[in-house]
Each structure stands twice: as C-alpha cells, then as structure tokens.
Antibody, heavy 119, light 108 residues
Framework: EVQLVESGGGLVQPGGSLRLSCAAS????????MGWVRQAPGKGLEWVSVIYTGDSTYYADSVKGRFTISRDNSKNTVYLQMNSLRAEDTAVYYC?????????????WGQGTLVTVSS | EIVMTQSPATLSVSPGERATLSCRAS??????LAWYQQRPGQAPRLLIY???TRATGIPARFSGSGSGTEFTLTISSLQSEDFAVYYC??????????FGGGTKVEIK
C-alpha cells in the first residue's frame, strides 16, 4: 500500500526555519518525481516545489531562495527545508507523488502537516 | 505562468442531481489536466487525469471532458460524500504546476 506520512510542522517565529519530512512506503521515492503543495487556512492549493528523478529541483517564485527540497534514498524520505519563514508561509503542507512525467497528475497525497509562522 | 480559472465558485445542488463544474486555462494545456476532490479536513484526492481518465477507484459517476483551454467535470448523480471542494490543475507547463481556485459543491 502506498503511503506518504509528513512530519515536522509546528509554530515558528517569522525569520525562523523548519524542516518537513515525508516518509514514503509502498514505492521508491528516487524512481519518482516528488513534490510539496501547500494550502493556507481557508484558501486553495498552491504548488511549492518538485524534485525530479535526476535530482533537478524547482520552486514556486514565492519560496525560491528560501526553501530547499531534497531526498534521502536510504530512508525513502523527502524533505522540505524552509528558511526565512514569513507569515504568508502559514499553511498545511502536503507531500505528493508527482506523475506529470506519465501525464497522470498528483496521484498520492500525505495527510498534511501544519506550519504556523507567528510571533 | 498558466492561470486556471474555475466556475462557479460555489454550486448548490440537491442529492441525486447532476453537477457540472468548469475550468478554463489561460493558454492551451492540451489534455494535461487533472481534477481533485477535497473533503473537509482531508487531503485532496485525484479524481481525473488526462482531462478524462478516472483515477483508480473513482466511481463512474465522475467524468471529465475537454481539451485545450476549456474543461468540465461532471458528477452525474450527487451522493452525500460528493459534497466537497473540487480543484482543477494543469501539468502541461513545467516545472510549475498551477491549480484553479476551486469550486465548492454544497447541498441545496
């Protein structure tokens, strides 16, 4: 069974840092595109970042230069390092398996982890 | 960046009735379009990809159509569990993905 389990969310002050983790089971992360999507409270979905199988990484303009996506193949886990956090980064962050290369969208989502940026 | 626009923002439908949701892209995305359902307090779930292909386990009452810039999600006979928010998303223009603002389907 495919599962994505996020962790690492919490309350952080503006300017602070947080690292989110996404532990995958049922498939191999290094053989897939993996990404993050966020949802601010009461708002819609916003794409944040993707890591390709070849290790290329891409980011939304709103987080470029502040967030870094990576993966640990030995742990089958994807990470999102978030630095210089702002109030507008407050959101539920979802880890996703990204099948765009198969023209199939985002087929698996984690349950989400809440990040709150506030003093 | 491709902008995705969904309409209406809210759709009031009675159980058993048909619901038709629209999604428009600011430029052609071919059929590289997906639809997601998000129930309150839950993560989104993939319903449709390739504009018209149902994802695994999705009931046949959900259907998608369209290509280029105009797309439609139809729910043929609304069940209680279908009252939720629906998002369209394009994956034609890489690397950024863009979502529509969502359509909330509520009970009339």
């Amino acid at each position: 069974e495919v599962q994505l389990v996020e962790s690492g969310g919490g309350l952080v002050q503006p300017g602070g840092s947080l690292r989110l983790s996404c532990a995958a089971s049922g498939f191999i992360v290094s053989s897939n595109y993996m990404g993050w999507v966020r949802q601010a409270p009461g708002k819609g979905l916003e794409w944040v970042s993707v890591i390709y199988t070849g290790d290329s990484t891409y980011y939304a303009d709103s987080v470029k230069g502040r967030f870094t996506i990576s993966r640990d193949n030995s742990k089958n886990t994807v990470y999102l390092q978030m630095n210089s956090l702002r109030a507008e980064d407050t959101a539920v962050y979802y880890c996703v398996r990204d099948l765009r290369w198969l023209q199939q969208g985002l087929d698996y989502w984690g349950q989400g982890t809440l990040v709150t940026v506030s003093s | 960046e491709i902008v995705m626009t969904q309409s209406p923002a809210t759709l009031s439908v009675s159980p058993g009735e048909r619901a038709t949701l629209s999604c428009r892209a600011s430029q052609s995305v071919s059929t590289n379009l997906a639809w997601y359902q998000q129930r309150p307090g839950q993560a989104p779930r993939l319903l449709i990809y390739g504009a018209s292909t149902r994802a695994t386990g999705i009931p046949a009452r959900f259907s998608g159509s369209g290509s280029g810039t105009e797309f439609t999600l139809t729910i043929s006979s609304l069940q209680s569990e279908d009252f939720a928010v629906y998002y369209c998303q394009q994956y034609n223009n890489w690397p950024a993905l863009t979502f529509g603002g969502g359509t909330k389907v509520e009970i009339k």
